[in-house]
């Protein structure tokens, strides 16, 4: 349309949440600070953005999955609009299900045909509790998937236990599980990740530069020299494929 701006290609950010028995309390409490806090960043990066739109959905998962926000909203949609998430009693980790749930998600039938390369963050303090054979079939149907297997796939792990041989599975070759060691920590990792969901996709982005630095997580992923040659732009190879 003459005069008219480029429409903006969409790029879906999934959240999902471990919402088990074992994140009572005071977990429960900073993952809602964490989430709370990553937002007005990714909000910043999006403003300054010409050609990207960021969508996002958090699932909350225990012993099964539920969609907390189960719509694509924008990013000042849902910090306006906040409500923290609550832990599931006696809930266990079952990412089989999980995983599933994203994977139909991502269907084709359901991303539009101009979206860019989605992007996944995982968050979890234990291990997976599902059936056998769950977690593995689970992991198979989103990788299945070339929305789910094209995503920069994130894991941030919320204590020691939790960083473990499932989450190297599920997260994306060219950057590791983030461990956030105490409470205090969880809002620095996932502010951390948020910033490598805005900028793995950019061009000139240097990813191995930038894995470095997801790496040796901080409360700044930014701090070092790594810029976009081109802010705002995005790549062929960042289409869904």
């Not at 070092?224 to 040659?229: A, C, D, I, N, S």
Request: a negative charge.
């Amino acid at each position: 349309m003459p005069g008219g701006g480029v429409a903006r290609r969409p790029l879906h950010f999934i959240v999902m949440a471990d919402c088990s028995g074992s994140m009572k309390g005071e977990k429960m409490q900073a993952l809602n600070y964490a989430l709370r806090s990553m937002l007005p960043h990714l909000l910043d990066w999006e403003r300054d953005q010409l050609q990207a739109q960021l969508l996002i959905r958090i699932l909350a998962f225990a012993s099964a999955p539920n969609w907390y926000v189960a719509d694509p909203v924008p990013v000042a949609e849902l910090s306006a609009r906040w409500r923290n998430l609550e832990y599931v009693p006696m809930g266990r980790t079952n990412m089989g299900q999980a995983f599933r749930a994203v994977a139909e998600a991502l269907g084709p039938a359901r991303l539009e045909r101009r979206a860019l390369r989605p992007a996944i963050l995982l968050i979890t303090d234990g291990l997976p509790t599902d059936p056998p054979g769950g977690f593995e079939q689970g992991l198979e149907a989103l990788l299945n998937v070339p929305a789910g297997r094209s995503a920069l796939r994130l894991a941030v792990a919320i204590g020691r236990d939790a960083s473990s041989e499932p989450l190297d599975r599920f997260r994306s070759h060219d950057v590791p599980v983030l461990v956030a060691d105490g409470t205090d920590e969880i809002a620095d990792r996932l502010v951390t990740a948020s910033i490598a969901v805005s900028r793995m996709s950019e061009v000139g982005a240097n990813r191995e530069a930038l894995a470095e630095q997801l790496l040796h997580a901080g409360p700044q992923l930014n701090s070092g020299p790594v810029q976009p040659r081109e802010p705002g732009k995005f790549s062929i190879d960042d289409s869904i494929l």
